[in-house]
Protein backbone atom coordinates (compact mmCIF):
# COMPACT_ATOMS: atom_id res chain seq x y z
CA UNK A 1 0.00 0.00 0.00
CA UNK A 2 1.26 3.53 -0.90
CA UNK A 3 2.13 5.64 1.83
CA UNK A 4 0.13 8.70 2.50
CA UNK A 5 1.06 11.85 1.24
CA UNK A 6 -0.08 13.34 4.48
CA UNK A 7 3.26 13.74 6.19
CA UNK A 8 2.37 11.84 9.71
CA UNK A 9 5.07 13.41 12.15
CA UNK A 10 2.72 16.60 11.65
CA UNK A 11 0.77 17.59 15.08
CA UNK A 12 -2.84 16.20 15.38
CA UNK A 13 -3.76 19.74 16.59
CA UNK A 14 -6.10 20.82 13.72
CA UNK A 15 -5.56 24.56 12.03
CA UNK A 16 -7.73 27.04 14.29
CA UNK A 17 -11.52 27.76 13.15
CA UNK A 18 -11.86 31.11 11.51
CA UNK A 19 -13.25 33.16 14.47
CA UNK A 20 -16.12 34.87 11.92
CA UNK A 21 -17.44 31.92 10.35
CA UNK A 22 -18.10 33.19 6.85
CA UNK A 23 -20.53 31.35 3.88
CA UNK A 24 -19.60 34.04 1.17
CA UNK A 25 -16.55 35.71 -0.10
CA UNK A 26 -14.29 36.95 2.59
CA UNK A 27 -13.23 40.81 2.95
CA UNK A 28 -10.00 40.61 0.84
CA UNK A 29 -11.39 40.73 -2.59
CA UNK A 30 -12.89 42.50 -4.99
CA UNK A 31 -13.39 45.53 -2.52
CA UNK A 32 -11.76 48.26 -4.80
CA UNK A 33 -14.67 47.53 -7.38
CA UNK A 34 -17.10 47.24 -4.63
CA UNK A 35 -17.30 49.85 -2.72
CA UNK A 36 -15.85 53.68 -2.54
CA UNK A 37 -16.92 57.46 -1.38
CA UNK A 38 -18.28 60.59 -2.65
CA UNK A 39 -19.53 63.39 -0.75
CA UNK A 40 -19.51 61.83 2.47
CA UNK A 41 -21.49 58.67 1.60
CA UNK A 42 -20.48 55.11 1.08
CA UNK A 43 -21.39 53.68 -2.55
CA UNK A 44 -21.43 50.03 -2.65
CA UNK A 45 -22.34 47.70 -5.26
CA UNK A 46 -25.42 45.44 -4.14
CA UNK A 47 -23.64 42.42 -2.09
CA UNK A 48 -20.28 44.42 -1.62
CA UNK A 49 -18.56 43.06 0.88
CA UNK A 50 -16.49 46.11 2.91
CA UNK A 51 -13.34 45.81 4.05
CA UNK A 52 -12.83 43.37 7.33
CA UNK A 53 -12.49 47.06 9.35
CA UNK A 54 -15.27 48.81 12.25
CA UNK A 55 -17.60 51.48 9.29
CA UNK A 56 -17.24 53.63 12.54
CA UNK A 57 -13.52 54.51 13.30
CA UNK A 58 -12.25 52.24 11.18
CA UNK A 59 -10.79 49.83 14.08
CA UNK A 60 -9.40 46.36 13.61
CA UNK A 61 -9.53 44.67 16.62
CA UNK A 62 -12.97 42.28 17.69
CA UNK A 63 -14.57 43.19 13.68
CA UNK A 64 -17.53 41.29 13.48
CA UNK A 65 -19.02 41.15 10.17
CA UNK A 66 -22.80 41.90 9.42
CA UNK A 67 -24.88 41.06 6.46
CA UNK A 68 -27.50 43.56 5.88
CA UNK A 69 -30.69 43.89 3.72
CA UNK A 70 -31.32 47.54 2.88
CA UNK A 71 -34.86 49.06 1.25
CA UNK A 72 -35.38 52.33 -0.27
CA UNK A 73 -38.12 53.93 -2.12
CA UNK A 74 -37.70 56.92 -4.00
CA UNK A 75 -39.44 60.60 -2.13
CA UNK A 76 -41.66 60.38 -5.26
CA UNK A 77 -43.99 57.55 -3.00
CA UNK A 78 -44.81 59.97 -0.65
CA UNK A 79 -46.84 61.44 -3.22
CA UNK A 80 -49.37 58.88 -3.00
CA UNK A 81 -49.98 59.96 0.69
CA UNK A 82 -52.33 62.44 -1.04
CA UNK A 83 -54.33 59.97 -2.72
CA UNK A 84 -54.71 58.16 0.78
CA UNK A 85 -52.42 55.52 2.57
CA UNK A 86 -52.67 52.55 0.29
CA UNK A 87 -51.96 54.31 -2.99
CA UNK A 88 -48.56 55.14 -1.13
CA UNK A 89 -48.11 51.75 0.34
CA UNK A 90 -48.64 50.52 -3.58
CA UNK A 91 -46.25 53.46 -4.70
CA UNK A 92 -43.94 51.64 -1.96
CA UNK A 93 -44.04 47.99 -3.11
CA UNK A 94 -43.25 48.63 -6.59
CA UNK A 95 -40.37 51.14 -6.74
CA UNK A 96 -38.88 50.24 -3.52
CA UNK A 97 -35.31 49.19 -4.17
CA UNK A 98 -33.48 46.23 -2.35
CA UNK A 99 -29.60 45.70 -1.96
CA UNK A 100 -27.48 43.84 0.63
CA UNK A 101 -24.11 45.15 2.19
CA UNK A 102 -21.66 42.98 4.50
CA UNK A 103 -20.36 45.98 6.93
CA UNK A 104 -18.08 45.11 10.30
CA UNK A 105 -18.20 46.88 13.33
CA UNK A 106 -15.98 46.78 16.63
CA UNK A 107 -16.52 45.63 20.14
CA UNK A 108 -17.32 49.58 21.27
CA UNK A 109 -19.55 50.25 18.55
CA UNK A 110 -21.50 46.95 18.54
CA UNK A 111 -21.95 47.92 22.40
CA UNK A 112 -22.97 51.23 21.39
CA UNK A 113 -25.65 49.71 19.05
CA UNK A 114 -27.09 47.94 21.69
CA UNK A 115 -27.13 51.10 23.78
CA UNK A 116 -29.93 52.16 22.14
CA UNK A 117 -31.67 49.76 21.87
CA UNK A 118 -31.56 49.14 25.49
CA UNK A 119 -32.54 52.29 26.48
CA UNK A 120 -35.67 52.41 23.55
CA UNK A 121 -36.78 49.00 25.51
CA UNK A 122 -36.07 50.71 28.94
CA UNK A 123 -38.13 53.93 27.98
CA UNK A 124 -41.37 52.13 26.76
CA UNK A 125 -41.44 49.34 29.64
CA UNK A 126 -41.39 52.49 31.63
CA UNK A 127 -44.09 54.18 29.65
CA UNK A 128 -46.39 50.79 29.75
CA UNK A 129 -45.44 51.11 33.45
CA UNK A 130 -46.78 54.45 33.99
CA UNK A 131 -50.25 53.32 32.10
CA UNK A 132 -51.02 50.73 34.71
CA UNK A 133 -49.87 53.64 37.41
CA UNK A 134 -52.42 55.33 35.71
CA UNK A 135 -54.82 52.84 36.42
CA UNK A 136 -53.83 52.12 40.15
CA UNK A 137 -53.62 55.70 41.02
CA UNK A 138 -56.94 56.42 38.78
CA UNK A 139 -54.96 59.48 38.10
CA UNK A 140 -54.52 60.15 34.17
CA UNK A 141 -51.43 62.35 34.50
CA UNK A 142 -49.15 59.29 34.26
CA UNK A 143 -50.73 58.24 31.07
CA UNK A 144 -49.64 61.66 29.18
CA UNK A 145 -46.14 61.32 30.58
CA UNK A 146 -46.56 57.59 29.26
CA UNK A 147 -47.55 58.51 25.52
CA UNK A 148 -44.23 60.85 25.88
CA UNK A 149 -42.21 58.37 26.50
CA UNK A 150 -43.41 55.87 23.90
CA UNK A 151 -42.95 58.86 21.19
CA UNK A 152 -39.24 59.78 22.65
CA UNK A 153 -38.65 55.97 22.54
CA UNK A 154 -39.66 55.53 18.73
CA UNK A 155 -38.30 58.66 17.88
CA UNK A 156 -34.74 57.79 19.33
CA UNK A 157 -34.63 54.55 18.28
CA UNK A 158 -35.70 55.30 14.26
CA UNK A 159 -32.97 58.14 14.44
CA UNK A 160 -29.94 56.81 16.67
CA UNK A 161 -30.99 53.09 16.01
CA UNK A 162 -29.67 52.55 12.56
CA UNK A 163 -25.84 51.77 12.12
CA UNK A 164 -26.25 52.36 8.16
CA UNK A 165 -29.18 54.59 6.44
CA UNK A 166 -29.80 53.87 2.62
CA UNK A 167 -29.56 57.49 0.47
CA UNK A 168 -30.29 55.71 -2.70
CA UNK A 169 -30.44 52.52 -4.06
CA UNK A 170 -29.89 53.36 -7.68
CA UNK A 171 -29.17 50.10 -10.39
CA UNK A 172 -27.32 47.49 -8.35
CA UNK A 173 -25.79 50.39 -5.97
CA UNK A 174 -26.44 51.47 -2.94
CA UNK A 175 -25.16 54.73 -1.27
CA UNK A 176 -25.39 54.50 2.57
CA UNK A 177 -24.70 57.54 4.88
CA UNK A 178 -23.12 56.43 9.03
CA UNK A 179 -19.62 55.55 8.08
CA UNK A 180 -16.92 57.38 10.06
CA UNK A 181 -14.98 59.47 8.22
CA UNK A 182 -11.58 57.59 8.96
CA UNK A 183 -12.98 54.70 7.25
CA UNK A 184 -14.78 56.43 4.41
CA UNK A 185 -11.38 58.05 3.40
CA UNK A 186 -9.94 54.37 3.52
CA UNK A 187 -12.05 53.77 0.47
CA UNK A 188 -11.04 54.97 -3.06
CA UNK A 189 -12.23 58.38 -4.03
CA UNK A 190 -14.53 59.47 -7.34
CA UNK A 191 -16.12 62.18 -8.52
CA UNK A 192 -18.60 60.59 -10.53
CA UNK A 193 -22.19 58.96 -9.01
ZN1 LIG B 1 -15.53 51.03 15.92
Redesign the pocket.
Known sequence: MPESPIPQNSSMVPPPLPTVPLNYRSGSGGIDEAAWHTAGRLFAMDKAILPNR??????TEDVRMKRKQFTWAPPIVYLGLLGGLLPCIILVMVLQKKATVTYG??A??RRKRWNVTWISLGTLAFSIFLFVMAGVLENGIPVIFGILGILGALIYAAVAGPVLKPHKIDQSIIQLKGC?PVFLQSLPNTQWE
Open positions: CIKCNGMCVHG
